[in-house]
C-alpha cells in the first residue's frame, strides 16, 4: 500500500479534536464522577471513591480521544496506512 501521508492541515485537525476531546470527555467523567458520589478531588485521600473517580475521569478522556480519530478515520482515512 503506497499511500501519500495525509497533508499537515488534516493531521492539525485530528490533534486539536483529540485535545478538544479528551478535556470535554474528563469533564463529563467528572460530572459523572459527582452524580455517582465518587469525587476523585475528595477530602478523603486515596480511598476507593477518589480512586474511581479518577478512573473515571480518565476513561472519559480516553473515550474523547479515541472519538475524534473514529471522526478522522471516517472522515479522511487512516493516517497510518
Request: proline letters at 5%; a positive charge; glycine letters at 22%.
Amino acid at each position: 500500500m503506497n499511500q501519500t501521508p495525509h497533508p499537515t492541515a488534516q493531521l492539525m485537525k485530528l490533534g486539536i479534536a483529540q485535545a478538544v476531546l479528551f478535556v470535554v470527555g474528563a469533564l463529563l467523567g467528572r460530572g459523572l464522577g459527582l452524580l455517582l458520589g465518587l469525587d476523585a478531588f475528595g477530602p478523603g485521600g486515596y480511598g476507593n471513591r477518589e480512586l474511581f473517580g479518577i478512573a473515571l475521569i480518565g476513561l472519559g478522556g480516553g473515550g474523547g480521544v479515541q472519538l475524534a480519530r473514529i471522526w478522522y478515520v471516517r472522515k479522511y482515512g487512516d493516517p497510518r496506512a
